[in-house]
Nanobody, 125 residues
Framework: QLQASGGGLVQAGDSLKLSCVAS????????MGWFRQAPGKEREFVAV????????YYADSVKGRFTISRDNAENTVYLQMNKLNPEDTAQYYC????????????????????WGQGTQVTVSS
């Protein structure tokens, strides 16, 4: 089970840090991803981190502004979001997939089999 938190209403240029806590004892073997869905749009990939923590990828729209990280001891993955703009407004979801190798990453939502409930991020101009 995944529990996401940290969303809120901010102004353009502000920062937010999302957290996603996983229950269970296999978090260290999960590839973790963040996705988002804006009203009227399809869910889109935001960022992914391998369970080893060494492989990270970002959507072009957030590259250089967002940072994904994880703390396997705390069963938590984070998404630090800086320089937010109104186009970042969306419901943000964390997702997990058990991976067989430390550097596995996945970019499509159907590659993931465990999802959090989402946390809303709203950025005003």
């Amino acid at each position: 089970q995944l529990q996401a938190s940290g969303g809120g209403l901010v102004q353009a240029g502000d920062s937010l840090k999302l957290s996603c806590v996983a229950s269970g004892r296999t978090f260290s073997r999960y590839t973790m991803g963040w996705f988002r869905q804006a009203p009227g749009k399809e869910r889109e990939f935001v960022a992914v981190i391998s369970w080893g923590g060494t492989i990270r990828y970002y959507a072009d729209s957030v590259k250089g502004r967002f940072t994904i990280s994880r703390d396997n001891a705390e069963n938590t993955v984070y998404l630090q979001m800086n320089k937010l703009n109104p186009e970042d407004t969306a419901q943000y979801y964390c997702a997990a997939r058990t991976a067989s190798v430390a550097d596995a990453v996945y970019f499509r939502d159907y590659d993931y089999d465990l999802w959090g409930q989402g946390t809303q991020v709203t950025v005003s101009s």
